[in-house]
Protein backbone atom coordinates (compact mmCIF):
# COMPACT_ATOMS: atom_id res chain seq x y z
CA UNK A 1 0.00 0.00 0.00
CA UNK A 2 1.67 3.11 -1.28
CA UNK A 3 1.77 6.02 1.58
CA UNK A 4 -0.22 8.91 0.72
CA UNK A 5 1.46 12.15 -0.25
CA UNK A 6 1.29 14.05 3.59
CA UNK A 7 3.65 11.03 4.41
CA UNK A 8 6.28 13.61 2.87
CA UNK A 9 8.17 16.29 3.76
CA UNK A 10 10.41 18.55 2.37
CA UNK A 11 13.01 18.44 4.72
CA UNK A 12 15.85 20.05 3.24
CA UNK A 13 16.01 21.76 -0.86
CA UNK A 14 17.21 17.97 -1.87
CA UNK A 15 15.84 15.58 0.42
CA UNK A 16 12.13 14.61 0.55
CA UNK A 17 11.80 12.14 3.68
CA UNK A 18 8.82 10.32 5.12
CA UNK A 19 7.26 12.07 8.10
CA UNK A 20 8.06 8.53 10.16
CA UNK A 21 11.44 7.35 10.12
CA UNK A 22 12.63 3.66 10.54
CA UNK A 23 14.85 4.13 13.86
CA UNK A 24 18.06 1.61 14.24
CA UNK A 25 19.09 1.68 17.66
CA UNK A 26 16.87 -1.03 18.12
CA UNK A 27 19.77 -2.85 16.02
CA UNK A 28 22.03 -2.49 18.31
CA UNK A 29 21.32 -5.22 21.34
CA UNK A 30 19.24 -4.65 24.04
CA UNK A 31 16.32 -5.10 22.02
CA UNK A 32 16.50 -9.01 21.32
CA UNK A 33 18.95 -11.00 19.04
CA UNK A 34 19.01 -9.55 15.34
CA UNK A 35 19.20 -11.77 12.65
CA UNK A 36 21.26 -10.22 9.64
CA UNK A 37 19.17 -11.65 6.67
CA UNK A 38 15.90 -10.93 8.37
CA UNK A 39 16.69 -7.89 9.07
CA UNK A 40 18.11 -6.94 5.39
CA UNK A 41 14.85 -8.31 4.24
CA UNK A 42 12.62 -6.15 6.51
CA UNK A 43 14.89 -2.99 5.15
CA UNK A 44 13.14 -4.01 1.68
CA UNK A 45 9.66 -4.51 3.42
CA UNK A 46 9.88 -0.59 5.38
CA UNK A 47 11.40 0.98 1.80
CA UNK A 48 8.31 -0.66 -0.56
CA UNK A 49 5.56 0.52 1.96
CA UNK A 50 6.87 3.81 1.42
CA UNK A 51 9.12 4.41 4.82
CA UNK A 52 12.36 5.32 2.98
CA UNK A 53 14.52 7.23 5.69
CA UNK A 54 16.37 5.72 8.51
CA UNK A 55 17.99 7.12 11.59
CA UNK A 56 21.02 5.28 12.99
CA UNK A 57 24.30 6.13 14.63
CA UNK A 58 27.40 5.56 14.49
CA UNK A 59 27.54 3.32 17.48
CA UNK A 60 24.28 1.38 16.57
CA UNK A 61 26.28 -1.61 16.59
CA UNK A 62 25.55 -2.75 12.98
CA UNK A 63 22.96 -0.08 11.94
CA UNK A 64 25.42 1.35 9.64
CA UNK A 65 26.48 -1.79 8.54
CA UNK A 66 23.05 -2.78 7.41
CA UNK A 67 22.59 0.16 5.35
CA UNK A 68 25.82 -0.48 3.35
CA UNK A 69 24.53 -3.99 2.54
CA UNK A 70 20.93 -2.84 2.02
CA UNK A 71 22.15 -0.17 -1.19
CA UNK A 72 24.58 -2.65 -2.39
CA UNK A 73 21.57 -5.32 -2.80
CA UNK A 74 19.17 -2.24 -3.87
CA UNK A 75 21.73 -2.05 -6.83
CA UNK A 76 22.26 -5.54 -7.20
CA UNK A 77 18.18 -6.33 -7.35
CA UNK A 78 16.67 -2.93 -8.68
CA UNK A 79 19.52 -0.83 -10.04
CA UNK A 80 21.16 2.26 -9.34
CA UNK A 81 18.41 4.39 -9.93
CA UNK A 82 16.42 2.97 -7.09
CA UNK A 83 19.18 4.61 -4.15
CA UNK A 84 17.71 7.64 -4.42
CA UNK A 85 14.40 6.68 -2.90
CA UNK A 86 16.38 6.03 0.43
CA UNK A 87 17.76 8.34 2.95
CA UNK A 88 19.46 7.29 6.00
CA UNK A 89 20.60 9.96 8.68
CA UNK A 90 23.49 9.05 10.92
CA UNK A 91 25.12 10.54 14.27
CA UNK A 92 28.39 11.23 15.33
CA UNK A 93 29.11 10.70 18.92
CA UNK A 94 32.53 11.56 19.85
CA UNK A 95 34.40 11.32 23.65
CA UNK A 96 34.45 14.31 25.07
CA UNK A 97 38.27 15.88 25.04
CA UNK A 98 40.07 17.80 21.98
CA UNK A 99 38.29 17.09 18.48
CA UNK A 100 41.34 17.49 15.57
CA UNK A 101 40.45 17.73 11.81
CA UNK A 102 42.26 14.57 11.40
CA UNK A 103 39.65 12.69 14.19
CA UNK A 104 37.07 13.93 12.33
CA UNK A 105 37.79 12.65 8.79
CA UNK A 106 38.65 9.70 10.01
CA UNK A 107 35.05 9.12 11.92
CA UNK A 108 33.17 10.45 8.78
CA UNK A 109 35.41 8.35 6.23
CA UNK A 110 34.27 5.33 8.72
CA UNK A 111 30.84 6.18 8.26
CA UNK A 112 30.73 6.68 4.59
CA UNK A 113 32.86 3.34 4.27
CA UNK A 114 30.24 1.73 5.99
CA UNK A 115 27.27 2.82 4.91
CA UNK A 116 28.37 2.83 1.29
CA UNK A 117 28.20 6.33 0.27
CA UNK A 118 30.04 8.80 -1.50
CA UNK A 119 28.29 11.59 1.11
CA UNK A 120 26.28 11.17 4.42
CA UNK A 121 22.87 12.91 3.46
CA UNK A 122 22.37 14.33 7.49
CA UNK A 123 25.27 13.89 10.27
CA UNK A 124 23.76 14.36 13.81
CA UNK A 125 26.51 15.43 16.26
CA UNK A 126 26.29 14.25 19.57
CA UNK A 127 28.45 15.99 22.43
CA UNK A 128 28.55 15.06 26.25
CA UNK A 129 29.83 18.12 27.93
CA UNK A 130 29.00 21.66 27.51
CA UNK A 131 31.71 22.91 30.20
CA UNK A 132 34.13 21.05 27.50
CA UNK A 133 34.40 23.95 24.17
CA UNK A 134 35.58 21.53 22.42
CA UNK A 135 32.38 20.82 20.56
CA UNK A 136 32.69 24.15 18.40
CA UNK A 137 35.86 22.86 16.56
CA UNK A 138 34.47 19.51 15.61
CA UNK A 139 31.57 21.47 14.47
CA UNK A 140 33.58 24.05 12.51
CA UNK A 141 35.43 20.76 11.11
CA UNK A 142 32.21 19.38 10.28
CA UNK A 143 31.06 22.25 8.04
CA UNK A 144 34.57 22.12 6.09
CA UNK A 145 33.50 18.68 5.26
CA UNK A 146 30.33 19.52 4.18
CA UNK A 147 31.80 22.41 1.94
CA UNK A 148 33.76 19.70 0.40
CA UNK A 149 30.74 17.09 -0.57
CA UNK A 150 31.24 14.33 2.08
CA UNK A 151 28.29 16.06 3.98
CA UNK A 152 25.30 17.40 2.39
CA UNK A 153 23.68 18.51 6.11
CA UNK A 154 24.53 19.02 9.80
CA UNK A 155 21.93 18.27 12.14
CA UNK A 156 22.31 17.99 16.08
CA UNK A 157 21.41 15.41 18.73
CA UNK A 158 19.92 16.30 22.31
CA UNK A 159 21.53 19.91 21.94
CA UNK A 160 19.64 22.10 24.76
CA UNK A 161 18.43 25.66 23.45
CA UNK A 162 21.13 27.31 24.82
CA UNK A 163 23.81 25.42 22.93
CA UNK A 164 21.95 25.18 20.21
CA UNK A 165 21.83 28.97 19.91
CA UNK A 166 25.66 28.79 20.41
CA UNK A 167 26.08 26.36 17.58
CA UNK A 168 24.32 28.33 15.33
CA UNK A 169 25.92 31.88 16.47
CA UNK A 170 29.51 30.01 15.65
CA UNK A 171 27.79 29.94 12.14
CA UNK A 172 27.57 26.36 11.46
CA UNK A 173 24.02 25.98 9.48
CA UNK A 174 22.34 23.41 11.73
CA UNK A 175 19.58 22.07 9.78
CA UNK A 176 17.80 19.97 12.86
CA UNK A 177 18.15 18.83 16.24
CA UNK A 178 16.77 15.50 16.97
CA UNK A 179 15.16 15.42 20.69
CA UNK A 180 13.03 13.16 23.27
CA UNK A 181 9.08 14.61 22.33
CA UNK A 182 6.77 12.38 23.19
CA UNK A 183 2.73 12.58 25.25
CA UNK A 184 5.18 12.05 28.41
CA UNK A 185 7.94 14.51 27.31
CA UNK A 186 7.01 17.49 26.09
CA UNK A 187 10.09 19.71 27.29
CA UNK A 188 10.97 20.60 23.55
CA UNK A 189 7.65 23.22 23.89
CA UNK A 190 9.15 24.85 26.52
CA UNK A 191 11.89 26.65 24.37
CA UNK A 192 12.86 24.77 22.00
CA UNK A 193 9.97 24.78 19.30
CA UNK A 194 10.05 27.83 19.35
CA UNK A 195 13.49 28.85 18.54
CA UNK A 196 13.59 26.68 16.19
CA UNK A 197 10.41 28.13 14.45
CA UNK A 198 12.41 31.32 14.03
CA UNK A 199 15.27 30.10 12.86
CA UNK A 200 14.19 27.36 10.69
CA UNK A 201 15.40 24.26 11.94
CA UNK A 202 13.60 21.36 12.04
CA UNK A 203 12.83 18.31 14.98
CA UNK A 204 13.30 14.82 14.81
CA UNK A 205 11.92 13.23 17.49
CA UNK A 206 12.35 9.96 19.27
CA UNK A 207 10.53 8.53 22.70
CA UNK A 208 7.27 9.30 20.67
CA UNK A 209 6.02 5.63 21.25
CA UNK A 210 7.97 5.27 24.60
CA UNK A 211 9.40 2.18 23.68
CA UNK A 212 5.64 0.57 22.73
CA UNK A 213 4.61 2.07 26.15
CA UNK A 214 1.82 4.27 24.60
CA UNK A 215 0.00 1.18 23.18
CA UNK A 216 -2.76 -1.26 23.97
CA UNK A 217 -0.11 -3.66 24.99
CA UNK A 218 0.02 -1.69 28.27
CA UNK A 219 -3.94 -0.69 28.60
CA UNK A 220 -5.13 -1.97 31.88
CA UNK A 221 -1.80 -3.83 32.87
CA UNK A 222 0.05 -3.42 36.11
CA UNK A 223 3.08 -1.65 36.23
CA UNK A 224 6.17 -3.66 34.04
CA UNK A 225 8.95 -4.06 36.05
CA UNK A 226 12.43 -6.29 35.83
CA UNK A 227 12.28 -8.47 32.98
CA UNK A 228 8.95 -7.55 31.55
CA UNK A 229 10.78 -4.34 30.70
CA UNK A 230 13.11 -6.53 27.51
CA UNK A 231 14.46 -4.17 25.49
CA UNK A 232 16.46 -1.05 26.57
CA UNK A 233 13.69 1.21 25.06
CA UNK A 234 11.08 -0.02 27.77
CA UNK A 235 13.52 0.60 30.18
CA UNK A 236 14.39 3.90 29.35
CA UNK A 237 10.65 5.39 29.04
CA UNK A 238 9.38 3.54 32.05
CA UNK A 239 11.60 5.45 34.01
CA UNK A 240 10.59 8.69 31.94
CA UNK A 241 6.59 7.76 32.61
CA UNK A 242 7.90 7.18 36.64
CA UNK A 243 9.67 11.08 36.69
CA UNK A 244 6.07 11.94 34.80
CA UNK A 245 3.15 11.67 37.12
CA UNK A 246 3.49 7.58 37.52
CA UNK A 247 1.81 4.18 36.13
CA UNK A 248 -1.76 5.23 37.43
CA UNK A 249 -1.64 8.11 35.81
CA UNK A 250 0.03 6.99 32.88
CA UNK A 251 -2.92 4.23 32.63
CA UNK A 252 -5.32 7.17 32.57
CA UNK A 253 -3.52 8.40 29.60
CA UNK A 254 -4.06 5.26 28.11
CA UNK A 255 -7.93 5.41 28.55
CA UNK A 256 -7.96 8.94 26.66
CA UNK A 257 -6.08 7.79 23.74
CA UNK A 258 -7.79 4.44 24.07
CA UNK A 259 -11.24 5.98 23.45
CA UNK A 260 -9.21 9.25 20.90
CA UNK A 261 -8.63 5.91 18.84
CA UNK A 262 -11.43 4.15 19.20
CA UNK A 263 -13.66 7.84 17.80
CA UNK A 264 -11.19 7.81 14.98
CA UNK A 265 -10.50 3.59 13.64
CA UNK A 266 -6.62 3.42 14.54
CA UNK A 267 -4.35 2.73 17.28
CA UNK A 268 -3.44 4.10 20.14
CA UNK A 269 -0.04 4.72 19.17
CA UNK A 270 -1.26 6.10 15.62
CA UNK A 271 -2.86 8.81 17.80
CA UNK A 272 0.66 9.49 20.10
CA UNK A 273 2.37 10.13 16.67
CA UNK A 274 -0.01 12.18 15.29
CA UNK A 275 -0.12 14.07 18.22
CA UNK A 276 3.73 15.01 18.13
CA UNK A 277 3.60 15.43 14.29
CA UNK A 278 1.15 18.00 14.28
CA UNK A 279 3.70 19.88 16.63
CA UNK A 280 5.79 23.09 14.86
CA UNK A 281 8.79 22.75 13.27
CA UNK A 282 8.52 18.86 14.41
CA UNK A 283 9.07 17.49 10.31
CA UNK A 284 9.37 13.63 11.70
CA UNK A 285 8.70 11.21 14.15
CA UNK A 286 11.31 8.58 14.38
CA UNK A 287 9.89 5.04 15.25
CA UNK A 288 12.27 1.85 16.44
CA UNK A 289 11.97 -1.06 14.50
CA UNK A 290 13.29 -4.42 15.67
CA UNK A 291 14.08 -5.42 12.41
CA UNK A 292 13.04 -9.07 11.97
CA UNK A 293 11.50 -9.62 15.59
CA UNK A 294 8.49 -7.75 15.43
CA UNK A 295 7.04 -5.49 12.86
CA UNK A 296 4.49 -2.08 13.30
CA UNK A 297 4.54 -0.82 9.48
CA UNK A 298 0.64 -1.47 8.65
CA UNK A 299 -0.51 -0.20 12.28
CA UNK A 300 2.14 2.81 11.85
CA UNK A 301 0.64 3.49 7.84
CA UNK A 302 -2.74 4.59 9.44
CA UNK A 303 -0.82 7.72 11.19
CA UNK A 304 -1.23 9.65 7.85
CA UNK A 305 -4.71 9.18 7.49
CA UNK A 306 -5.42 10.41 11.10
CA UNK A 307 -6.53 14.01 11.50
CA UNK A 308 -6.83 14.60 15.31
CA UNK A 309 -9.60 17.32 16.46
CA UNK A 310 -10.05 19.77 19.16
CA UNK A 311 -12.14 17.58 21.09
CA UNK A 312 -9.09 14.62 21.28
CA UNK A 313 -6.75 17.46 22.13
CA UNK A 314 -8.49 18.36 24.71
CA UNK A 315 -9.11 15.31 26.39
CA UNK A 316 -5.65 14.37 26.14
CA UNK A 317 -5.01 18.22 27.37
CA UNK A 318 -7.38 16.64 30.65
CA UNK A 319 -4.79 13.87 31.84
CA UNK A 320 -1.32 15.94 31.00
CA UNK A 321 -2.33 18.85 33.19
CA UNK A 322 -1.95 16.72 36.12
CA UNK A 323 1.56 15.56 35.13
CA UNK A 324 4.99 16.41 36.53
CA UNK A 325 6.57 19.65 34.75
CA UNK A 326 9.36 17.64 33.35
CA UNK A 327 10.98 20.76 32.07
CA UNK A 328 11.50 21.69 35.79
CA UNK A 329 12.39 18.27 36.96
CA UNK A 330 14.96 17.26 34.49
CA UNK A 331 16.03 20.33 32.11
CA UNK A 332 16.30 21.03 28.56
CA UNK A 333 16.29 18.65 25.81
CA UNK A 334 19.19 16.24 26.46
CA UNK A 335 19.81 17.34 30.05
CA UNK A 336 19.26 13.69 30.99
CA UNK A 337 22.68 12.76 29.21
CA UNK A 338 24.29 15.46 31.13
CA UNK A 339 24.05 14.60 34.70
N1 LIG B 1 19.27 10.71 19.77
C1 LIG B 1 19.06 9.92 20.80
O1 LIG B 1 19.62 10.10 21.89
C2 LIG B 1 18.09 8.79 20.66
C3 LIG B 1 17.67 8.09 21.80
C4 LIG B 1 16.74 7.07 21.64
C5 LIG B 1 16.27 6.75 20.37
N2 LIG B 1 16.72 7.43 19.27
C6 LIG B 1 16.24 7.11 17.91
O2 LIG B 1 14.83 6.95 17.95
C7 LIG B 1 14.48 5.63 17.53
C8 LIG B 1 13.25 5.22 18.28
O3 LIG B 1 13.60 4.53 19.45
P1 LIG B 1 12.90 4.66 20.84
O4 LIG B 1 13.76 3.95 21.79
O5 LIG B 1 12.56 6.08 21.09
O6 LIG B 1 11.59 3.77 20.69
P2 LIG B 1 10.09 4.09 20.26
O7 LIG B 1 10.08 4.48 18.85
O8 LIG B 1 9.44 4.98 21.27
O9 LIG B 1 9.47 2.65 20.45
C9 LIG B 1 9.74 1.63 19.53
C10 LIG B 1 8.89 0.41 19.88
O10 LIG B 1 7.52 0.75 19.87
C11 LIG B 1 6.76 -0.36 19.49
N3 LIG B 1 5.88 0.04 18.36
C12 LIG B 1 6.21 0.60 17.19
N4 LIG B 1 5.12 0.85 16.46
C13 LIG B 1 4.06 0.40 17.18
C14 LIG B 1 2.67 0.38 16.96
N5 LIG B 1 2.12 0.87 15.85
N6 LIG B 1 1.89 -0.19 17.92
C15 LIG B 1 2.41 -0.69 19.06
N7 LIG B 1 3.73 -0.68 19.32
C16 LIG B 1 4.54 -0.12 18.39
C17 LIG B 1 7.70 -1.48 19.07
O11 LIG B 1 7.82 -2.36 20.18
P3 LIG B 1 7.98 -3.96 19.95
O12 LIG B 1 9.13 -4.11 19.04
O13 LIG B 1 8.25 -4.47 21.34
O14 LIG B 1 6.68 -4.45 19.38
C18 LIG B 1 9.00 -0.72 18.87
O15 LIG B 1 10.12 -1.52 19.10
C19 LIG B 1 15.75 4.81 17.75
O16 LIG B 1 15.82 3.66 16.96
C20 LIG B 1 16.80 5.82 17.37
O17 LIG B 1 16.91 5.87 15.97
C21 LIG B 1 17.61 8.45 19.42
Known sequence: MP???????QFTSDLRICRVLNGMWQVSGGH????????????FDYLDTGFTTWDLADHYGPAEDFIGQ?????VATRGVDSLSAVQAFTKWVPRPGTVTRRLVDDSVEVSLRRMNVDRLDLLQFHW???SDPNYLDALTYLAQLQDEGK?????LTNFDTEHLKRVVDHGIKVVSNQVQYSL????????MVQFCQELGIQLLTYGTLGGGLLSEKYLGQPQPIGSTLNTASLSKYAQMVESWGGWALFQELLVALKSISERHGVSIANVAVRYILDRPTVAGVIIGARLGISDHREDNVLVFGLALDEQDREQIEAVLRDS???YQFIGDCGDEYRR
Open 324 to 326: RDL
Open 32 to 43: GAIDRERALQSM
Open 151 to 155: IAHIG
Open 128 to 130: WDY
Open 3 to 9: LPDSSRI
Open 70 to 74: FRREL
Open 184 to 191: IDRRPEVQ
